[in-house]
């Protein structure tokens, strides 16, 4: 079965860096557009960044030039470079795979921005 798995989250001060991880099993993952998203308390989530298989991007308007969406199809993982975090970008980070119409999600992973 398609299994995504998040990691790299964790707390980081303010104007730090994270990269989040995303390791997928049962998919052919070179196929298969990723994305990350992100969700706070009582609102939807929303896109950070998608990446087709073949490494054509897009990011949230309000993610551009902060985050680097990649993939590394080789180790079926997807990944997220985060610089310059804002307290703002607190938040449970998703990973998305999309197979036709059918989308899988991870488990997320909780990434809190704090002195």
């Known amino acids: 079965q398609v299994q995504l798995v998040e990691s790299g989250g964790g707390l980081v001060q303010p104007g730090g860096s994270l990269r989040l991880s995303c390791a997928a099993s049962?998919?052919?993952?070179?196929?298969?557009?990723m994305g990350w998203y992100r969700q706070t308390p009582g609102n939807q989530r929303e896109l950070v960044a998608e990446i087709t298989g073949s490494g054509s991007t897009n990011y949230g308007d309000s993610m551009k030039g902060r985050h680097t969406i990649s993939r590394d199809n080789a180790k079926n993982t997807l990944y997220l470079q985060m610089n310059s975090l804002k307290p703002e970008d607190t938040a449970v980070y998703y990973c998305?795979?999309?197979?036709?119409?059918?989308?899988?999600w991870g488990q997320g992973t909780q990434v809190t921005v704090s002195s």
């Open positions: 049962g998919i052919i993952f070179e196929m298969v557009p």
């Open positions: 998305k795979g999309k197979l036709g119409l059918r989308e899988y």
